[in-house]
């Protein structure tokens, strides 16, 4: 298996400027994925997989996905490796092509530092540039203002959900009480006690509708994964997990017509993951579902088609998430909401209750019988604003 | 709860003022609130900047807007050092959802779908920003 002939460059431009007092860091990579796309005879909604480096403004290839308004990206990578990244971004766009993970890449470079202008590799609030002006995400002055945490932009999407579809405090909190089940059999859970429906609408509210209860642990810590070819995985003595599905998607506001903070990425990601699976939500025996509120699991959980649109409240009522109770059992390690968040990044966590579901390695109290197939899936970002969702089937081999 | 009933205000930092934006923020200074509009295909948007986020065309321009709309979501944080705050969507008449804070009102005079209008708030050494009181 090699790139060897699968991928084209078919579109080149070197932007004209060499002194850019008038021009932003993004209006810079917009105009150079103007120029290319004129180049090549492509338009902006041809691009299915955007490639950028740190000198991209905002958090990974999101910022710039919402700025330039590409709405089709189905491949997003944001590896860093200084000057060299752009090449390594061929390579890597050449891998996605002839994977099939998108078609037409889009890989832009831009700055100013003749104007102070934001310095790759930070975290998008550069050094102010010239006359107190800045050069970092597009949305920061229009965001960064309104005291925008993880809680209240949750909240702003349970809010709207409880307004469209009549989800309930209640229905919500059934997703932690079926974490809470399955963290109390973890001896390194943060948070092991079972807890009930009233206690969690009873706890404090943090930012409406978003109870005490309703949001994830923050915790310290880590995790780590090793994936083989199938040459390697074959001389390891290790059940064979295998990876038989992937979907990724951006979500972003994209100048904010039609808004809807009711789902999420995952209505994209879910369905390119399943395809390639060649497998469906109803086969699934067991889902990590990333949680940092109960809210992101309810919405996941309908985008991924576990049930309808607006469903989800019922779909999760009554234990229906407890292992041995209810028909999906997720999230047996107690999750985000009660067991681990490492550095407030809960994706790799969910992979690895995956895994130990998949192996037979789940505590005896909550791991699923045959689980031979199962779904990791996760939101980063805020599904407020902007945020990228991805999608991993994995299956048991023998 | 009677304190949780007052009406919210929150003092806003400065926002991030870049070349792109800065005709933005000088309106802003003359109370005046505008939204993108492309001229290429003739939608409006929000956040404002150069390039059309719908056509990805060059060619737009900065309108005046009467800055009214509905409240599309909103969640108030209940604690900061400041004191409860209300972060929230608002649906521009024009079209475009635009994220801000929702000033001069209670936690429960909120709703989704009620009318807002624009109004500007000083901040401490940057320009004023826009927010949204009940209209």
Not at chain 1, 132 to 139: K, Q, Y
Not at chain 1, 286 to 308: H, K, N, P, R, W
Not at chain 1, 350 to 358: D, G, N, S, Y
């Amino acid at each position: 298996m090699s790139i060897k002939g699968k991928a084209y460059v078919m579109g080149a431009f070197e932007h004209p400027l060499r002194d850019a007092p008038d021009t932003s860091t993004a209006q810079l990579h917009a105009e150079c994925a103007q120029g290319a796309l004129a180049d090549a005879g492509l338009s902006h909604l041809d691009i299915d997989g955007y490639f950028c480096a740190g000198d991209a403004p905002g958090f990974g290839g999101m910022s710039m996905v919402d700025y330039m308004g590409l709405r089709n990206v189905r491949h997003l990578d944001s590896t860093e490796t200084g000057g060299s990244s752009y090449i390594v971004h061929v390579g890597h766009a050449a891998q996605a092509i002839a994977a099939g993970k998108c078609s037409v890449a889009l890989i832009t470079l831009a700055g100013r530092p003749r104007h102070g202008g934001n310095r790759p590799g930070g975290a998008g609030r550069g050094p102010a540039a010239g006359g107190g002006l800045s050069d970092g995400a597009p949305e920061a002055g229009f965001e960064n203002i309104y005291g925008g945490s993880t809680h209240n932009t949750y909240g702003m999407c349970a809010m709207r959900h409880m307004y469209e579809y009549g989800t309930t405090s209640e229905q919500l909190a059934w997703i932690k009480v079926a974490a809470s089940h399955h963290a109390q059999w973890n001896p390194h859970a943060f948070l092991k006690d079972v807890v009930t429906v009233e206690q969690v609408v009873n706890s404090r509210m943090i930012s409406d509708p978003l109870h005490l209860l309703d949001c994830c642990v923050v915790t310290d810590g880590g995790g780590a994964l090793i994936v083989t070819s199938p040459e390697v995985a074959r001389t390891l003595h290790r059940p064979k997990v295998r990876v038989i599905g992937a979907g990724e998607a951006p979500k972003a506001p994209l100048g904010g017509l039609d808004l809807d903070l009711t789902h999420s990425g995952a209505v994209w990601s879910g369905p390119r993951a399943f395809e390639e699976a060649g497998v469906t939500p109803s086969d699934i025996k067991y889902a990590s579902i990333y949680d940092s509120f109960t809210i992101t699991v309810l919405m996941q959980l309908e985008d991924l088609g576990f049930c309808a649109k607006g469903q989800g409240g019922r779909f999760v009522s009554d234990g229906n998430l407890i292992s041995g109770v209810g028909k999906l059992p997720f999230n047996t390690d107690g999750g985000g909401l009660c067991n681990n968040h490492p550095t407030n990044r809960g994706g790799i966590t969910k992979v690895i209750e995956a895994v130990r579901q998949l192996r037979g390695e789940a505590h005896p109290k909550v791991q699923v019988a045959d689980c031979d197939l199962a779904i990791a899936h996760g939101t980063g970002g805020s599904l407020g604003t902007r945020h990228a969702a991805a999608t991993v089937i994995l299956e048991r081999e023998g | 709860m009677s304190e949780a009933q007052e009406k919210m205000t929150r003092p806003i930092p400065p926002p991030a003022v870049s070349i792109e934006t800065k005709p933005f923020w000088d309106a802003a200074a003359e109370g005046r609130f505008l939204i993108g509009r492309c001229n290429a295909c003739g939608k409006a948007y929000w956040y404002p900047r150069a390039i059309c986020p719908h056509c990805f065309s060059g060619d737009t321009v900065l309108e005046e807007s009467p800055g009214e709309g509905v409240v599309y979501t909103y969640s108030v944080l209940r604690r900061s050092p400041t004191g409860p705050y209300a972060i929230g969507y608002v649906t521009l008449n024009e079209g475009p959802s635009v994220l801000t804070n929702f000033v001069d009102v209670t936690p429960d005079g909120l709703a989704i779908g009620l009318k807002v209008k624009v109004r500007f708030q000083p901040t401490e050494g940057g320009p004023p920003v826009p927010v949204f009181a009940p209209a």
